[in-house]
């Protein structure tokens, strides 16, 4: 599902080395069903919290302080504008937009919010990068501001995580 | 008070490689089997020192980290300041190889951390008897390229900043963050451009999907380690790699990312220790 890469099968020829040395093993990583799938306004509300997770934190904020721009982050489909003056989460608005400017842009599903938001995420859903790298996220636009910038945006990002379904 | 130091001992010398002389830093801790360590791409040979000061590894295991020419302690050549610095198999096989005879090391066992894990398979292929044991951590025979290697190296987006960025996430969820932010110094570290030539050998120089089938496991038994929650080398790619070679053996670590020796040290032990016992009951 999403992408994911299938894992590879065992052929027979190598020996897990679980058998050979008496090693702790998984093999493969259960996709862990959720109870239910994040939906995108969920994950547009989660994220117009940032500014009070944000702006309370002197060493993000210190760390953002050469940033300032706008950018979207969007789930299924739905874009929330998020804007940033020197490091402070300014504003956090839910689209649809007309005519709204941004600089770059990180899109993916909804239920990739919700495992990249779990208090112990999965392989591959715990970072925005790798996200990227699994397929059920992507980075568009001029990505020069977001690469210059890219622990503050991630650490950003990342501040909700195991608090959804408690706010 | 008097300064408590650990076992580690490090010193320089210097060697041809490619016809010019690079001064090389090594240090080493222990005494036994030599063991030695190869850093990952735009780190340093720092990421070992847990190895080298656990009783339980250098009481049996002369653990020997090196760092690359570009890296950590060791000089770029002279003139390097007008090119651009491009690893290749060739010029880091001659390295390892160098460092070895150099040391005057007898048929060490060799353990290699992402492109060390990879190179560890050019190694098994290519010089296996000069080996008694290789351990590729974050080994693939292959890796798709998954983002533009461009950004690690341009004025307008720091170096270090971005290096250590990109592979934060590389890092699992679990590890302590004394040991994640200590592995990422490392990235934050590495001179500009450094990071980005590794991926050289790494990305376009490495492919070695069509190599696998030269290798002997008898001639040198070869482990394969690799985190679960490593998205660059990924388990999928670990256990590919595993199955195209008989009588290599795998595990996939849990709660391990991309750099398990200097992330998550103590987690790491529960399935290093294993293999070393392995290599010194095989002599």
Redesign the interface.
Known sequence: MNGR??????????????L????????E?EETPREEAVTADEVAATLQRLPELVNGREPLVRRGQFFSGEFLVEADGVPVHVKVTEGRVETVEKGPFRMRAWRFAIRAEADAWGRFWEP??A??Y?????M???GVARLEGD??PL??N??YV?EVLALPRGTLGGS | MAAVFEPIVGRYFTLTLSGRACRIYVEEAGAGIPLLCLHTAGSDGRQYRHLMTDPAVTERFRVIAFDLPWHGKSNPPAGFHDEEYRLTTATYTEAILAVADALELDRPALIGCSMGGRIVLQLAAYHARRFRALIGVECADHQTS??DTT?LNRP???GG??C???V???V???SPDESRWETLWGYMQSGPGVFKGDLYFYREDSDFRDRTALIDTGACPL???TG??D??C????T??T???????????M?EQGHFPMSENPAKFR??IL??L??IQRAG
């Open positions: 890469p299938q894992s590879a099968r065992a052929s027979g020829l190598y020996t897990p080395l679980h050979a040395l008496a090693l702790p093993y998984r093999p990583q112990v995420p392989p591959g715990h970072d925005v990068i790798a990227c790298r699994l990505l020069r690469m210059a890219l622990r991630k | 998954w983002y950004w307008d987006v720091h900043e971005i250590a960025a990109m934060s996430g590389l699992a969820p679990q482990y394969l380690l679960e929650y998205y660059s990924t388990p999928e790619d256990l590919r595993a199955a195209a070679i008989p009588g290599a053996q795998a595990v996939i849990k529960e399935y294993p293999v016992d392995a």
